[in-house]
């Protein structure tokens, strides 16, 4: 559909524990965004990788951090997982040259117990 | 940064009726205002997309207008169907150039629609 995958689909996690999502997506993309969203809440920006560097982040401590690959297919790793940290995971890939539109992934269901 | 806002939080319809989601934001640097539906368990989808340099759009029967001046946006939907049941989500983004790509979300409209 959008040419965005993620995997895993769903996750369970213990406090405390560390955790590496992965993301996909098409040739072309070379913008990824990821995203928290908790349950009932809007998506909240984590930070964009732009040419495999960060190019900016929202409001998220340091235990979130993340890598994008030349395969267009990046990480978010979160350290030292907390029970608030459970939420979907959505990235989200943008070409730039067709202007600003975001196409999702279908997102990773994390749960921290 | 910027903060986008609202409402309402949920909407009750009867099929054939029209539909209004109302958003504001406060950074007058946002340039680009993206809609976005959600359907239960998946993933956000682009709906209709709306940027500064334009008042209105239309794409079927849904509609998104810009008031540059005050700051808000609104998505319209007109005769609602069933299948238009879902979380409607508006965001805003300053777009272009380094900061591509950073969407600030409202916090969602729940949309029913009754048969």
């Known amino acids: 559909e959008t040419g965005v995958t993620q995997s895993p689909t769903h996750l369970i996690k213990t406090r405390g524990q560390q955790v590496t999502l992965r993301c996909s997506s098409q040739?072309?993309?070379?913008?990824v965004s990821w995203y928290q969203q908790a349950l009932g809440q809007g998506p909240q920006f984590i930070f964009q990788?732009?040419?495999?560097?960060?190019?900016g982040r929202g409001n998220f401590p340091p235990r979130f951090s993340g890598l994008q690959f030349p395969n267009y297919s990046s990480e978010l790793n979160v350290n030292a997982l907390e029970l608030d940290d459970s939420a979907l995971y959505l990235c989200?890939?943008?070409?730039?040259?067709?202007?600003?539109?975001?196409?999702f992934g279908p997102g990773t269901r994390l749960t921290v117990t | 940064g910027e903060n986008v806002e609202q409402h309402p939080s949920t909407l009750s319809v009867q099929e054939g009726d029209s539909a209004v989601i109302k958003c504001t934001y406060s950074?007058?640097?946002?340039?680009?205002f993206p809609w976005y539906k959600q359907e239960l368990g998946k993933r956000p989808q682009l709906i209709i997309d709306?940027?500064?340099?334009?008042g209105e759009k239309k794409d079927q029967r849904i509609a998104v207008t810009l008031n540059k001046t005050a700051k808000h946006f609104s998505l319209h939907i007109t005769e609602t169907q069933p299948e238009d049941s879902a979380v409607y989500f508006c965001?805003?983004?300053?777009?272009?150039?380094?900061?591509?790509?950073?969407?600030?979300f409202g916090r969602g409209t729940q949309l029913t629609v009754w048969p």
């Open positions: 965001a805003a983004s300053k777009g272009g150039g380094s900061t591509l790509g950073r969407l600030y």
């Open positions: 040739s072309g993309h070379n913008t």
């Open positions: 709306i940027r500064s340099n334009v």
């Open positions: 950074d007058s640097a946002s340039n680009y």
């Open positions: 990788y732009y040419r495999e560097e960060e190019n």
């Open positions: 989200a890939g943008t070409s730039g040259r067709a202007g600003d539109e975001q196409y």
